[in-house]
């Protein structure tokens, strides 16, 4: 896959904030720390999208 364009849409907390625009989701789960934030910066080709903490094991 190959990703082209990558936008932060919102951090939604509420149910009422969920984008409404009918584009697929995906789900990924794992404990803090562990690489989701990088993961996704990796899938979309960008450096910092996703913001990730400076050191392993720092929040
Ligand atoms: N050694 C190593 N460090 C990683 C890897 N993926 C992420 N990290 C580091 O682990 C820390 C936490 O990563 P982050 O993506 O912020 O984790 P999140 O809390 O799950 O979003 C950061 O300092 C990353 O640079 C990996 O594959 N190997
Ligand atoms: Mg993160």
Do not use: D
């Amino acid at each position: 896959m190959i990703v082209k364009e990558a936008k932060f849409e919102i951090s939604a907390v509420t149910k009422k904030q969920y984008p409404t625009k009918g584009l697929p989701e995906i789900v990924l789960a794992g404990k803090s720390n562990v690489g989701k934030s990088s993961f996704i910066n990796t899938l979309v080709n960008r450096k910092n999208l996703a913001r990730t903490s400076s050191e392993p094991r720092k929040n």
